[in-house]
């Protein structure tokens, strides 16, 4: 078999690259060692309801432009459009909900002015948060990098918080929620700077940048099975349950990939495999050129992501999502409500779930119909009937400060490129980040 390109790897990061790559003229063939395409984001069947269920809940806010390009060039960006602004709804479990509705002003002042109209908030909380609209602003006329480029790098973000002035409850109800969902992290751990960075893109020219866009199918069927069709109308091929192999020349040079039993002439690879796998595409240590890039990758640590899916006799009726505040748990998805008649079941995430994922399934479960029933009022007497618990262990690598660089798209041998969202993008462990990786390394490739 020969291909211009070979892909390793099947999430978002290698499907974005594969598909530029393959409207580009290119003979693309991705391998994946998974039976199903989308790595870190994608969805199986369970076994007792027979509906789609996600490994993880994933959502996608309004400043996610490649990822959006990405999701109209395989035409499913309408079954994950963004709402026109920010709408928040949060409960702390005193029976009520309180939902920041941000107005259609130019942001910042289209927080600043749901801020002002948020029940949940005292008057000093609301004023508080004028502190980091100075701070968007600032990223508007500069740029959210240069600004977090001047963020101690050392700073945690629950340090920077308490620097710029937040009151407690405005970091509890909207500045935790917010960082959580974005860094995988806790804030007490996570780098400042790469929050603020997130702040600059999220409040950006347009108010939808900060809005929330869930996803109304199933992930594999709203990009994974999407792209790998793509990617075959246009000559390519995306083969499952196999692993790929990088051979290197005597010159240090991409020599081909072994795909199985099965070698496959190839002169340019991109490895979009997560920083966890990069020694697994060598047969043996990593070659010397890379020998950083190995090294760093080792020395990254995971932040685990884990997902409760309840399925509740009577249905619960709430909001497509709710955020708690106090919990362990961070977010309820109403899977009727994004999916219609075909779920019937709530998804709860914890994100930076250390604590939790050390748990067995019963106690997770146990512990997740607990909160609902205190933090959902209409769940206070629901039955659970089924109980599914997902754990990513590796969803996300840690951004506490001081960890390993994160390497760049290009590398020291001739025709590798990287992508993935632990390459160098910029930004946190995201969909958004996946996505503009593979989309730079399939522009690397083109001017190779």
Known sequence: MTADVVVIGAGFAGLSAAVRLADAG???????QAPRP???????????????VDNGQHALFGCYHETFAFLRRIGTDALAAPAPRLQLTMTAGDRRAWTLTCPSWPPPWHLVGGLMRWGALSWADRLSAGRVA????????????AV????????????????????????????RPLAVAALNQSIDVAAARMFVRVLGDLFGPDPSDAAIALPRVPLDELYAWPAARAIEAAGGRVLLKTPGVVSLDADGRV??????????????????????????????????????????????????????????????????????VGSPLHWAFNKHALFGEGA????????????LVRLDNAAIAQLAAREVARLLPAAANARVLRSVVVREPRASFSLAPGGPDRPGTETPVPGLFLAGDWTDTGLPATIEGAVLSGHRAAAAVLRA
Do not use: C
């Open 26 to 32: 290119r003979r693309v063939v991705v391998l994946e």
């Open 255 to 324: 020599a081909g990939v072994h795909a199985g039993d099965e070698k496959i002439d190839a002169r340019v690879v991109i490895s979009a495999v997560p920083w966890h796998a990069f020694a697994s595409v060598w047969n043996g240590a990593v070659p010397v050129p890379l020998a950083a890039i190995g090294a760093n990758a080792a020395r990254m640590i995971s932040s685990p992501i884990v997902t409760v899916n309840l399925w509740l006799d009577p249905p619960v009726t709430i909001d497509r999502f709710v955020g708690f």
């Open 148 to 175: 977090a480029a001047n963020v101690p790098a050392n700073q945690t973000v629950s340090e920077w918080l308490v620097a710029q002035g937040q009151s407690e409850r405005l970091i509890d109800w909207l500045w």
């Open 134 to 145: 100075r701070i968007v602003l600032r990223a508007r006329r500069v740029g959210s990098a």
């Open 38 to 52: 989308g790595g870190r984001a994608t969805a199986f069947a369970d076994r007792e309801t027979g509906e789609r």
């Open 344 to 355: 019937a079941h709530l998804s709860i995430v914890s994100s930076g779930a250390t604590d």
